[in-house]
């Protein structure tokens, strides 16, 4: 360390307790003597650490960095000190739901990193602190800068059992090695015999090629999303079909009871940013272009999933059978989009449709209407706060 920079961590900080020392450096909790906040000052014996641009960057995930100093042999820092639960001391496993919030943090947070090239490679429950109801990272004492070119990582650092196989010097590491580790940590975090929902994302997250995992966080981030989505398809279409069932079964008792909900009562145009369901894929590439990937699907035989930026198009026999969106540059044909209130909804659709309350808060409002040939469909907003969060567009058969 610099005599100058010893001078100054002696003279502006009071050091109250050696959380960590090893060979590699030492971390220590520190009272600031200006503000008299706690901050935790580190020397690491390593160089080429991404402390400095996280210093000047103002990332959601991290620590803020106060200081930064680095010299041919180690690195000084001072940052803010996070409080809050450390997941790695949680007792009980994590509820799916507690693992989506979590796992969508950190692909928010991650893409802001990874498009600085900082790739953190050291992803896991000791590192992540639940604080004020978000989730932080620590410790990027083991992070790198990305290098295009590179065939591998120069120091071979990170956690065994979390780091992925190419960490240990079998290729370079990138945004799909923290991917990779961030699916580990899920797992352990949901428990040994988690066999729910999430188990699929996270087995493509830990994929031992990484040119099988996840291209991005922000591709994972759309998966997290739409398998959200699509199970709650599934859920509003059996209780759809057990709620015309009862109708069917009273009318056919009962010649008075009115009809359900009819088509031209609250109908709209079959349209979701101009794209029709029945459209081919050829009109689906001449209104938004080429798909950033296209995959099975697992939830509708016989379905391809065309994904654009917050938008998933599902196609059956060259026939668009669905529309989702997440985003305020499509509007649907009535013009409601993402961000539009509930009562903009109401206004353009009525209050008839059927309303189902998911189990994270929000509701999902649901027109079904009949389509030209005869054929149901449904239109459905999910809500949060009496504001659009998404719209979907769904043929039923």
């Excluded at 709620?243 to 079964?249: D, E, G, Q, S």
Aim: hydrophobic fraction near 40%.
């Amino acid at each position: 360390m610099k005599k100058e920079v010893a001078e100054i961590l002696e003279f502006d900080y009071n050091k109250l307790d050696c959380l960590k020392s090893s060979p590699r450096g030492e971390v220590w909790l520190a009272k600031d003597n200006a503000t008299g906040e706690l901050v935790i000052i580190k020397h690491v014996k390593l160089k080429g650490l991404p402390y400095a641009v996280i210093q000047k960057s103002s990332f959601r995930l991290p620590a803020k960095i106060f200081f930064c100093d680095e010299d041919e042999a180690d690195t000084v820092i001072v940052e803010e000190f996070i409080s809050g639960e450390n997941l790695a001391k949680r007792k009980e496993s994590l509820s799916e739901s507690e693992a989506r919030k979590i796992l969508i943090w950190l692909c928010d947070g991650l893409v802001e990193l990874h498009a600085q090239k900082i790739i953190h490679r050291d992803i896991k429950p000791s590192n992540l602190i639940l604080q004020f109801g978000r989730i932080r990272l620590i410790d990027f004492d083991a992070a790198r800068i990305f290098k295009s070119g590179k065939e591998e990582d120069t120091k071979l650092l990170g956690t065994k059992g979390y780091a992925p196989p190419e960490q240990y010097g079998s290729g370079q590491t990138d945004a799909r090695s923290d991917i990779y580790s961030l699916g580990v940590t899920m797992k352990n975090l949901l428990g040994a015999g988690y066999n729910g929902r999430l188990k699929k994302i996270l087995d493509k997250c830990t994929e031992y090629d990484p040119a099988r995992r996840f291209k991005s966080v922000s591709e994972l981030k759309r998966a997290l999303r739409f398998e959200k989505f699509f199970y709650r398809v599934k859920i509003c279409a059996a209780i759809f079909l057990a709620a015309w069932i009862f109708i069917t079964v009273n009318r056919m008792n009962d010649d008075t009871t009115k009809p359900p909900i009819v088509a031209e009562k609250i109908s709209a145009e079959n349209s979701l940013g101009g794209l029709k369901l029945g459209d081919s894929v050829e009109t689906v590439h001449k209104i938004f272009g080429a798909e950033k990937e296209i995959r099975a699907s697992e939830e509708f035989p016989d379905n391809n999933f065309y994904e654009y930026n917050d938008l998933v198009i599902a196609v059956k026999n060259n026939s668009v059978t669905s529309i989702s969106t997440y985003t305020d540059a499509i509007k649907d044909g009535r013009g409601i989009r993402q961000g539009d209130s509930l009562e903009k909804v109401i206004a353009a659709y009525g209050e008839e449709g059927w309303t189902v309350a998911s189990d994270d808060g929000a509701i999902f409002y649901e027109y079904p209407f009949e389509l030209a040939d005869g054929n149901s469909a449904v239109r459905r907003f999910a809500i949060r706060n009496n504001v659009v969060e998404y719209i979907g567009l769904r043929r039923d058969n």
